[in-house]
């Protein structure tokens, strides 16, 4: 039995352009037909073609980039919007976390709006009367729930529509992105009460970008994209694929930003802050590939990294050093090397050379991560130094935080009951 | 006809919304003033005592029906405008609520045609506030009580249903136009003046043109209505007020006809 079936749904948008939003009274008068003329000539797909079924407590997950019409999806469950073709069909109680709090009122109290939401949201009187107590204690507002909602602040008014929403008790729950704007305490409390909702067999349908969640609860997710399913399966599957095309997709366009700065050479002004030296040596080109040799620019933490350093001396010189540095986006340096450092000893640099850094594994989180790269003298006397003119990517579904991710594995003694993630 | 009884039942079972929406809107128009629930007694009587400042005294209406008398005359205007009052608010008030609350149609399952029924029922609560004073007033002018008098939840019900169906017209097609909020503000001085509140309706008899654009005015009879049932006490003239029930009653039909062609397009369009 599904709890959510579509089947082939289709919803088209109006491309608004200038003349349609200030189309008036008028000209549709003039026009004549008054319905006709509300028709735009531009048309956007925001759902296109769409079938998918979730079962009867199924915890249904979908993700995408912006506009890729996850939200659209879910206001066509939900009833909000109408499909322009196909159907849809929902089983039992709907109850819709698209934007928390939505029919609050400012002016009158946390207590008339709890109501009047409730009522909204399908509950009788008698009902939220009962549920009152728990509402209120779960959006942790005991004090402020005879105060004017205007007087909230926007966590306060958050909780309160989501407390609301969830005591709804719905048989489907669709859940849009609201918990993005939860603080620490409370996020926790919410998924302990979607877990609540899954335990009870009831059927979940969440839009996220919060992929490590979207993993972690849900049975099966979809991926859209530009209105259509790109693939639905098993979460981590989903998700992975889902990472791997958004790290083509800055590979790609990092490339075609890499060709725009080669075109613009004459902007060497601008570059002199983050590059200066006489360049007896010059550094002519640098450029990151993995350890397969594949030029990139979106890395994952396993994989390594080797840095290409072109260099040419136009005159011969004994004393040179090579030296790399890789700085996060907060300016942070998280590594820096060279070969004087390292004990190499110069002997002779003459015509055209290449000099190769490889990282056998990155290590690092997530986030942009800028190179330096530089050939000076061992007293540091600069021949070419290249200040974070090159920067790379580093992207995982791991949230880990700091600068490194060290080296580290984990283990319990066997008291601790602690379930190993997935592999 | 079929879909519209389905839908009248529907907003039926909002009723507890109507219901608490209503009270919502009422509790949040004077939150924060001093005087509070005061000024639903407070406006209609200083709106009276304007008017009779400047019909009565400033510019007095010589009609023999108020013989001379300016309190009389400003009797008559008073329980003329109140009802205009209320007809006029809830249709400015409508042309916007779809807009205003658009969070509620976009973010939530909510049934829309719940607002113009909000809008028109708090401005009748509103009205019936300011009625006590009217009839205060009809005492203390020394205008008798009629039987007639409890005849006035007919005209009330007649009102009602008109404004609403003009609501629903306006709501919806404000979405679409929202020209017609400017258009409206200028239709409704227009249409206050093509109405028997300052002038008696025995004014227009001289001029035929005037007649026939006064008597083809819905609001005309049902402003009739109220003078009837309280200025001049006696039976209104049924059949008038008749023909405009019948009237509006197709008018709702079709305000309610054009909302629900329009309603898919609110979320996006509001």
Redesign the interface.
Known sequence: MFAIELENVTRV??KYSARHRFQ???S?LVKGDL?RS?KADELVMAVDGISLQAEKGMTFGVIGENGSGKSTLL?LV?????PTSGWVRVEGK?S?L??LG??F?P??TGR?NV??NG???GL??KEISRKFDEIVRFAELENFIDA?VKTYSSGMYMRLGFSVAINVNPDVLLIDEVLAVGDAAFVPKCLDRIDDFRRRKKTILFVSHDLATVEKICDKVAWMKGGRIQMLGEPKRVVDAYLQDIAAMQEEDYQKRKIEVDLEQKWEDERREKRWGKREVEIRKVTLKNLRGEEKHVFTPDEGMVIEIDAVAHEPVKDFVFGIGIFNSQGISCYGTNTSLEDYEPVALQGEGKAMCRIEKLNLVNGTYYLDVAVHKRDGYPYDYHRNLYSFLVSSTLKDVGIARLPHTWTFSPTIQIKPPDK | MARLIKNLQELYRYR??VQ??VS?EL??RY??TVLGFLWSFFNPLLLMIIYTIVFGFILPNRSSEFGNSPWLYALFLFSGVLPWVWFSSSSIESANVLMIHG????????PAEVLPVVTVTSNLVHFSFGLPILLLFVLIFGKPFTLYVLLLPVVVLVQYIFALSFSFLLSA?TV?????KD?LSNLLTFWFFSTPIVYPYSFVQKYKLIKTLVDLNPMTHIIEGYHYCLFYGQLFHWKKLGITLIISLALFYIGYAVFD?LR??F??EV
């Open positions: 948008y109006q008036t009274f008028k549709a319905f509300l206001k939900a009833g909000i919007a109408k709907i819709a698209i934007e939505a029919g009122h002016e009158i008339e109501f009047i009522i909204m949201l009788s009187k004017p | 507890v919304l608490n929406l919502r509790k949040a939150r924060g969070n509620l149609i976009k973010k939530i399952l909510f097609l679409h136009f929202r020209d017609i258009i062609r898919d397009s979320p996006e």
